[in-house]
């Protein structure tokens, strides 16, 4: 590793992370980078496992599984960056593959064919709405779904508006259906979501198109959709997006099919999962000379020396490395008992954080007469009417929601002998988030009966061939009320403590989305360049 220019310690090998390092080492010609990560793997949350699976009958596939998110959004630009600096791809269509050359793009004088195989993406299919359930959305559900703007509205108008708290319950929907529809499937949108009692999130900081809506129709979603303020300055705000566009300066595909169909996308990934992108990351990382990645490193403790005003890093094993820069991606619960007090960062440790179990079940169809389930990409479950204790012992038995993984992205998986993944469906149940459960509730039989219960199968549902659990802990950030004024604020005093030499990045701060994530450590990246701040 190279010993010359700034050196920029990364804590978190997260997609954050990972991208924030990627982008030091693409942008600074000299600056060295240091990416320490606790777990003995990178990645974080994103976690893809293929597994074969076989039937009674012989059908044999190769089958993924996905343990955190699953897809990405087709505006997430920072994912796609990252995805174009490669060759050849070759993605899915309704019914067509297609396949587009992009030109590679160089990070240090090298081509990095950074995501090699097939980026996958099928069309906008809706939610199938099946009684007794009221659904939340016609949007797919994934971890990172965004929902447009005239999905939900205020319902709480009593508050402060620079900080009121919606429940996120009431989108805004015709009136007709009522509030106690609205408020049903709003909270079912923040299950599929954040995975937390809707009550809780300020829509500011976790539905920020909304709350420029409201602010747009004078209290009023709707209104800010379709009323005067949508018409009214809808020239000077176009312009404003289109400044913001051309100084984050995209590398984006010159390829304008591929980009078309990309915007049509509802549903978009790798053939190999999501954390096909994280080892393509961690490969770019690797060849690059000014780069050094450590995982199962443990970091304990940060302080600053009074004159250089370099970082001193502190790890378990009684090492201690010297930065000039860092950027933590690191959950702001894990952070803030690294600082010194006189050093400490405001607001690290207000959000509640949701536990999210996932159970990904892989069933044989050959013996079964119907579909397994209705058409669509899965379901989300509101709010129990009679709150989330009740709810935990009744019939939702803690449930969030439920995806059709073959239905939305059957193309990653592929037959192995007879007829293969066609013989095979594979669905997700996420499971917690703001319910109180029992041991019982996370038992494999359990899940098998409430979601049978669910899909009206009265004969319940067959043993799955396979079937993997993952219990999320702390995975998502629940942003309450006044978030984003304490963000504002802890990044001022960290700015003022640590002299600009501590950025604090991360789900935990702005955006739990995959590209979000992805986004956050490109703008740390290139804010410390742009400011001068890396010399």
Known sequence: MSTSGPHIAVLGGGLTGLSAAYHLARLHPTARVTLLEKDTRFGGWIRSERVEVQDEHGNKASVLLEAGPRTLRSNAKAVLELVLVGGKMVWRGRSTFWTSNHKPSALHGRPLPLVPGSFTFRPLQAFSSFPPLSLASSHPLLAESSFPPSFLSHSNPTTDRRTRQTSLSMPSLPDALGPRSRARSGSALCHGVYGADSRQLSVRAAFPTLWEAEERGKGSVMWGEIGPGAWFGAGKRKKVVQAKE????????????????????????????????????????????????RKGTEVVALSQDSESKAVEIRLA??????????????????????????????????????????????????????????????????????????GAKGDESGLLGVVFDTASLGEQDAALEGDGADKFVKITAMIGGPYPLEPAQLELESVLKTIARQLGRDGGLPKPVHWEVHR??????????????????????????????LVVVGAGVGGVSVGDCAKAGREAARGLIKADLVV
């Open 317 to 390: 094993n009684g090492e201690t490395l010297t930065a000039t820069h860092v950027i933590s991606a690191l959950p702001l619960p894990a952070l803030s008992p690294l600082l010194p007090s006189s050093h400490a960062l405001p607001h690290l440790t207000v959000n509640p954080a949701s536990t999210v179990t996932v159970f990904t079940l892989v069933f044989s169809t050959a013996h079964l007469t119907t579909p397994l389930h209705p058409p669509g990409f899965g379901y989300l479950i509101p709010r129990p009417a009679d709150g989330y204790e009740a």
């Open 246 to 293: 051309k100084e984050e300066a995209w590398a984006l595909s010159e390829d304008q099919e591929f980009v078309g169909r990309v915007k049509k996308a509802a549903v978009l990934s790798f053939k190999d999962g999501l954390e096909q992108l994280v080892t393509a990351l961690v490969e770019a990382l690797e060849k690059n000379d000014r780069v050094q990645l």
């Open 472 to 501: 999320n802990v702390g995975s998502i950030p629940t942003y309450t009320v006044g978030h984003v004024e304490r963000m504002e604020e802890m990044r001022r005093v960290a700015a003022q403590k640590w002299d600009d030499r």
